[in-house]
């Protein structure tokens, strides 16, 4: 059921740190993409990487809605944004 | 309490909402209130009476995201979904908490409850908060978009229990709303939230101000090793002047029952067995106080959150997660709420896995041992080596279960794809100080509790045990010079049980007397000490020693010293690994709901346990001969 990705797409794994972007597509299966909404990483939220833990751990996002949240790197590279 | 529920109120929402600082609110309960998403673990109930007299049932439910991917039953929303299926048939409203500061992702649970035609209100907290932050939420507005009644209150607002009610009692009248509204989530939050700036948002600010350092990505982890090995060395240090008054308060007893009664049978039971067993083991109050208000300290100012944010990439290494480290350091407390915690792990592997090295974990019953072994072997150290000591046993637990789940690794899979973390920070917060002393007396009253019944009881058993002769024991060989009670206790029939155990157990240096405690503790180990306070408080010829003097002062037959600093370590190694608590297997079989698996946790651990135990005292009689 994943969603292929686009190449052109920036992934939010490689955003930079302090930089606003906004989520365009969740490249998952239905029902991780699916809680990950239901957290609140919905299409159409803007998102900032407020910084990145050590080795390769994971990455800590704030929403425009205010919720800060701890998500995997490799989870952060199946989720699309647009600057 | 017993009155006859008239209406069951079950509190939804997500987790980190607030629901159980409203549940504290409408029953006066002293549920402990997490800063941590997921904490509440099992539906906690408590009971209130409405204006009217009837009496109300109030249900806090883990907290969810959302209900509908609910498809693992052992989770929370598999958990919350059952519960709130069993509402209907019987009166009950759904109040669905939400943070006034989330009002957006809380909306997409909403119109799942509503789509599930309960009745349902909206209990919007930390209104105080949103205020501060210069906005304003339009509650006339919410609720006629919703269709359902809408209430915004703080924690800390006079009459907010009133309040509650009062909205509870109204839904409960008016039923489910009829005709399901449908509504954008984001675009109803953003019209229903005026945010008209301004204000600083303070609570942000300083959680910013905080994670600048301890998520920092150097000296975040420097901080939190440190605070790990302060919170293992304050066990040892903080407790310490509290437990040497303790332990000169049951001396002072003992002596006085002992000059009122003079010597006999009664003034043995009472001195050896009650006093020696019951009596040792009070000592331990402290420690196992002031470590499971540090470790709630931790989980309430949010900073649990953050650890997880900083272990995951670790715990991913040996085959856990960031998710893992929850019930991790709760096990520090106890594992049967640790096991119990591992239901916010979403992946069925890896909360398997958690649940089976849980008992590996420096639990708090351990802490009495520990301290025997520290202060008979290693007393006359500095109070830093002590310390250290302490540190090194917890961490040796910690290495356990590493090595325990990378062992098991992909031995131990069940059906359900990889999660990845993904997980709340909240904001952090100032743990309160009448929630901490309530858990402080709480944990002390369990403590007191447990000791002036389980732990007496069983000192009463082992002293009439070591007081009834064994068939066969006349000939048992004693140390020249001994007491009539001495002998007696050496032919008794716990001794003959110890003894034939010694050729399985002498390669690990424990003699019959140990072998004995650790029989008195299989099924919990904190009966190890009051075990062995019995034993040597009979063997002791003078009453005013403690134990850890006596343990070391013990002879064997021949009069050689019966143990030294080798049986010490293989006997600390023996208690990190082997899981002596009936508790905790009760508990693995309940989460894993097989059998096979608790068998596995016994075994496991008591043969690693033993190997291990053998190990370290062969080692260790050769080197330090």
């Known amino acids: 059921m994943s969603v292929p990705m686009t190449s052109s797409a920036a992934t939010l794994d490689v955003l930079e740190v302090g930089r606003a972007a906004q989520v365009k597509a969740l490249a998952l299966d239905a029902v991780e993409a699916d809680w990950l909404r239901a957290v609140g990483l919905v299409e159409g939220v803007a998102v900032t990487v407020l910084r990145r833990a050590a080795f390769g751990g994971p990455l800590h996002l704030r929403l425009s809605t205010g919720l800060e949240l701890a998500v995997d790197r490799a989870l952060a590279a199946r989720v699309e944004v647009s600057p | 309490m017993s009155a006859e529920v008239a209406l069951t109120v079950a509190l939804v929402g997500r987790p980190n909402a607030g629901k159980s600082t409203l549940f504290n609110a409408l029953t006066g309960g002293t549920v402990k209130v997490g800063n941590f998403p997921g904490i509440t673990v099992e539906a906690v109930t408590g009971q209130t009476t409405l204006e009217d007299g009837r009496a109300l049932r109030v249900v806090d439910l883990p907290g969810v995201y959302s209900l509908v991917g609910a498809g693992d039953p052992d989770s929370d929303e598999g958990h919350a979904l059952r519960s709130l299926d069993a509402l209907k048939g019987s009166p009950h409203v759904l109040a669905q908490v939400v943070d006034a500061t989330q009002l957006a ?136 002047p509290v437990s040497a008054a303790i332990d000169a308060g049951t001396r002072f007893l003992a002596q006085h029952l002992e000059a009122t009664l003079g010597p006999g049978r009664l003034t043995s039971l009472l001195v050896d067995g009650v006093l020696g067993g019951a009596g040792t083991v009070l000592i331990f109050l402290p420690q196992i106080v002031v470590l499971t208000v540090v470790l709630e300290l931790i989980e309430a100012s949010g900073y649990l959150a953050r650890c997880t944010f900083l272990v995951d990439r670790l715990l991913r290494f040996v085959g856990l997660g960031g998710r893992s480290f929850v019930p991790l350091l709760t096990a520090h407390a106890c594992a049967v709420p640790a096991i119990q915690a591992t239901r916010i792990i979403r992946e069925p592997g890896q909360r398997l896995r958690t649940i089976l090295v849980l ?198 037959a021949s009069g050689a010293p019966a143990y030294g600093v080798p049986t010490a370590l293989s006997l600390m190694v023996f208690f990190i690994i082997a899981c002596q608590c009936m508790s905790t297997l009760a508990a693995v079989r309940r989460e894993t709901r097989s059998w096979r698996w608790t068998g596995f946790v016994v075994a496991y651990t008591y043969g690693l346990a033993y190997g291990l135990a053998v190990l370290v005292f062969q080692l260790g009689s050769r080197l330090l001969a």
Not at chain 2, 378 to 402: D, M, P, T
Request: with cysteine.
């Open chain 2, 105 to 240: 992702p809380a909306l997409r649970l909403t119109k799942e409850l509503l789509a599930r035609g309960q009745p349902l209100l909206l209990i919007v907290t930390q209104h105080d908060l949103l205020v501060t932050q210069g906005s304003t939420l339009d509650v006339p507005g919410l609720s006629e978009a919703l269709g359902v009644q809408v209430v915004a209150v703080s924690a800390k607002e006079p009459g907010l229990r009133v309040k509650l009610l009062h909205a509870i009692a109204d839904v409960a009248r008016l039923g489910p709303s009829a005709a399901v509204r449908t509504f954008d989530d984001a675009a109803l939050a953003a019209r229903v939230v005026r945010h008209d700036g301004g204000l600083k948002d303070r609570l942000r600010a300083r959680t910013e101000r905080l994670d600048a350092v301890l998520l920092h990505p150097l000296l975040g982890p420097l901080v939190f090793l440190g605070l790990m090995t302060v919170l293992f060395a304050s066990v040892f240090f903080v407790a310490e």
């Open chain 2, 359 to 556: 008992p590996l974990m420096t639990c708090s019953a351990r802490i009495p041992t520990y301290g025997l072994l520290i202060a008979a072997f290693f007393g006359a150290r500095s109070a830093w080596f002590k310390s250290a000591a302490f540190v090194a046993l917890y961490v040796g637990g910690i290495l356990a279960a590493f090595g325990a789940s990378l062992v098991l690794g992909s031995r131990v899979k069940r059906a359900g794809a990889s999660k990845p973390l993904v997980l709340e920070l909240p904001h952090y917060r100032r743990p309160q100080a009448r929630v901490m002393a309530r858990l402080a007396w709480r944990t002390a009253s369990r403590f007191v509790k447990d000791v002036g019944s389980v732990i007496v009881v069983a000192s009463v058993v082992l002293w009439t045990l070591l007081n009834v002769p064994s068939p066969g024991g006349g000939d048992v060989v004693v140390p020249e010079g001994s007491s009539e009670k001495v002998v007696a206790m050496h032919r008794s029939l716990a001794a003959s049980v110890g003894r034939a155990l010694e050729p399985l157990t002498q390669p690990a240096g424990f003699d019959w007397r140990i072998n004995v405690g650790l029989i008195g503790s299989f099924g919990a180990r904190e009966l190890m000490v009051g075990t062995l306070g019995v034993i040597f408080g009979i063997e002791g010829e003078d009453a005013e020693a403690p134990l850890a003097e006596r343990l070391r002062e013990t002879k064997t």
